[in-house]
Every structure is written in structure tokens, then in C-alpha cells.
């Protein structure tokens, strides 16, 4: 039994708010949950310990926002979790300075993250929640028996891998990698560096995958995207004013289908490639060219995957080009193909009490909480999951301490923050 669990026979803990999941989204909200005390928060994470897309921090990866988009430092700069903080009493500081990283290694992060997560009470690992119902209070269940009950609940589950549909029984085959486990895995990959291997996906984690490949020496690589090109991040000071708390702001109270278009005008500051991602893979590329007189990878937009078979020993993909149908094949397939919100473990019973659009996806208020029958007393927050409600800054970390000061302020029925974002000189229509 995981540490921390309670035996069957102990009384099920009550909790002001409970929180399943503990990435960067939980801690936060965790982190700065201290101001409502005596009131208390509990999060609860599948992962063995802290851990943050572990199977995909390959040599070299980069964070793709700036440091200073910690847990709490934009909320709160002085916040005993800031990233500063952790540096500086981990002896760290000068020397992360004085490397001039253009964009600190995912690596430190991660780190940062597993040091924050040792401070923050009542967080308990290896408890993967399957069930949340409701009686006169929430109660979550981990391997079908319930170990809290809470007045409120926080759903911040993150993403997870997608794998498309025409991969079939494939998908259970281990010539087919998601990018998720790819570097735990790239070990058990061939040792002949000439063995045709496809990378599908046109984001970073496509590329990151590529570049982990080109660096191991891999000399068949086929990197395969359907947009036109392998295209980058969109990370200008007009970008940067989309992810400001100002612009959430106005985003929030437009109509669906006018935040709905804006999301996908607007894709590329959150889904393109680091341009220095881009950069290191032509130049790796370029040199391999130098070195073996040819190209250790070739560069395939415009390509949308539409199936998969196995011919012989190797993988047969077909895929729809602009000229027509191609079939290419693989000894291995890494698949990149974007993220799906984790299915949220509500109960058939409570499922049906939660709001839906015409859509059927839940309706989530300015204050991240889902509109549902008993709103009025239990609040269920969710993290991460609002890139069409609260906009394409929702699904990453620039403005986590914000979504987690706005949560605070609701459930305190105050303002108990006050987020200030001035000095603003774009003025949205
Ligand atoms: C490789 C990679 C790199 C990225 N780099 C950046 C970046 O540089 N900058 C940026 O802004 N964004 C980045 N992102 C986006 C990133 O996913 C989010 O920014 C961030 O991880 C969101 O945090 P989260 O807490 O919402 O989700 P996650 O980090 O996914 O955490 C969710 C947690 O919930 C747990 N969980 C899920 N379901 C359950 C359950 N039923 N019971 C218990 N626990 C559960 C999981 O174990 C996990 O620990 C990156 C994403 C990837 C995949």
C-alpha cells in the first residue's frame, strides 16, 4: 500500500479541497493554497514520485517559456517556492546564471518542480484516483475504495499522448513508440544506425524526438508533418501579450465562436517548434551530409499518416500528400501526434449532473469551475483543460500562479490576491 494511505478500516480524511494530479498545475495550487489556512488541500498523483513528462527529457531539452513562469513568482515573488529560491538555497544560482541558458533545460525544471513537491503537505504519490461521486460531499476513490472526501475538488489531470486510430492492434506492438516513453525506450531501438525509423508529428515534442534520434546516430530517419512545414514558435512581444492575465481576461467573456477562432488563429504561439529546436536539427543534419554524403534525415511535411499495416517485418505507412497517396516503411514509428485531456473519473451518476454545450464538452466558468448541479456548494475546478474558455494559455505554464490566485479568490468567495497586469499598450477590441 502506498505510504500515507489510510488502512480499510480508518475513518475516510475530510478535506476542505482535494486535487488529483500533481504537475506543475496541482503545485501551484497547492503551493499557494497556505493563504486560505485553516482551510486544507490534498493532491493526489498516479506517479511513483515527482516526475514531469519524464519519458521525454531527452539531452539537451529546453524549457519553452522563461523561468520566471514558476509555480508563484508572478503572483507572488516572494513565495518560499519560487524558482529563484529553489537556486539559490540549492546552491545552484551562479552557475545556472553564468551557463547563459538561452531557456533553462527541462531537466531543471523537473528538478525544481520534485523539490517544490517535497515541501507541500498532504500530497501523496502512487494513488491513481478511478473514482469521484457525490453525496452530501465529494468522495474520491483510489482502486475502487474511497480515501477522501472533500467539500470542493480540483481536476488538474493534465494531457495525454494521443495515438491515432489507424494504428489499430498496432498500437501494441513495440515497433510503434509514443513520444512519451521514447526516452526511456530509445535503448532498446537497433543497433543498426541505418535501420529506417518514421517520426510522426508536426510540434516540439516531434522534433525533440527527431533530434534525440539524429543524436544517437540514427542515419534513416523520416521526420513526417502534416502542416506545410515544420513550423516554429511564435514567441514575439505581440504573442507574449496573449498570454498575459489582461488578455484572459477579455478572452473569457467573448462568445464561443469567437474564442473558438481565436484559438486557432492563434496556435502557433503555443504549438510550434523552439527555433533553436529547429535550428540544431538542420545543422545536425547538415553536418551529417558532410560527414556521410547524405542526409541522416529527411524533412517530410505535408503529409498526413491515414494508415499503418505490418508488411513483413517493417511498418508500412500510407500517407495522403498533396500529390497523391505514399507508402513508406519503417522498422520503427515514433508517434507524436498531439495530447488529449486525461478522461476526468467522474461516476456515471455524477457525470450526468455536470453541465454540457451542444457539443457535449463541460462548461467552464471565468473562475475555471465547472458548471454542475451542486456548484453552489461543492466547486470542481478544472486545470488545463479551458484552451477554448480561458484561451491557448491554459495548456501550459506561463501564467499557472494567475489560474491558481483566481481559483483561491473563488473559493474564498474574496479577493484574497489581487493579480495586477498593467503597463498594457495593446488595446484588444
Ligand atoms: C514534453 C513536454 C514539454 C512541455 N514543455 C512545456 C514548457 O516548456 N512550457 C510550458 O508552458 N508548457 C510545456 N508543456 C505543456 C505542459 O503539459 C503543461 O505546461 C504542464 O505539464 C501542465 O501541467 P499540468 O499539471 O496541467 O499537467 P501534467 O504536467 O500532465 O500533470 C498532470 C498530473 O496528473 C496526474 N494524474 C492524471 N490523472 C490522474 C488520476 N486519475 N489520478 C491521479 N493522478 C492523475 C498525472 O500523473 C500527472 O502527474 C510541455 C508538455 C510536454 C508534453
Known sequence: MPENRPPDSAPIPFYDTVGIGAGPAGLSLAALFGVL?????????????????????HPGVRMQ??????????????????????????????????????????????????WAAAQIPRLTYSTRIDKISVDDAIVTYAEGRP???????????????????????????????????????????????DAPIVVIGGGQTSAECAGALLGRGYRNIRWIGRRSWFAPLEDSPAANDLYRPSYQEYFVQLPAEDRKRLVADQLLTSDGITPGTLRDLYQVNYEGRLREGRFPMTIMPGREVTGATMAGDEIELVCQTSGGEERLRAAY??????????????????????DRD???????????SLRWKYSDRNKI????????????????????????????????ERKVFNIRDEYLSTQWA
Open 381 to 412: 475546478f478544472v486545470l488545463n483543460r479551458g484552451r477554448f474558455s480561458h484561451g491557448l494559455v491554459d495548456s501550459n505554464v506561463s501564467i499557472l500562479p494567475i489560474r491558481s490566485a483566481i481559483i483561491i479568490n473563488s473559493l474564498a
Open 333 to 354: 514509428v515514433v508517434v507524436a501526434a498531439g495530447r488529449r485531456n486525461a478522461p476526468m473519473p467522474f461516476d456515471e451518476e455524477m457525470d450526468e449532473l455536470i
Open 358 to 368: 451542444d457539443n457535449g464538452d463541460v462548461i467552464i466558468e471565468a473562475d475555471y
Open 147 to 193: 480515501i477522501a472526501r472533500s467539500e470542493h475538488l480540483v481536476l488538474g489531470q493534465g494531457t495525454v499522448a494521443h495515438l491515432p486510430e489507424f494504428f489499430g492492434d498496432l498500437a501494441a506492438s513495440d515497433r510503434v513508440i509514443v513520444a512519451d516513453v521514447l526516452a526511456d525506450r530509445i535503448g532498446e531501438l537497433p543497433a543498426d544506425l
Open 65 to 114: 517559456t522563461g523561468w520566471v513562469k514558476d509555480l508563484v513568482s508572478l503572483l507572488d515573488p516572494t513565495h518560499p517556492l519560487s524558482l529563484l529560491n529553489y537556486l539559490v538555497t540549492t546552491g545552484k544560482v551562479y552557475a545556472l546564471v553564468g551557463a547563459n541558458f538561452d531557456s533553462i533545460p527541462r531537466l531543471e525544471y523537473t528538478q525544481y518542480l520534485a
Open 37 to 57: 489556512a485553516p482551510r486544507e488541500i490534498a493532491l493526489f498523483d498516479a506517479q511513483a514520485g515527482p516526475g514531469w513528462h519524464s519519458g521525454m527529457l
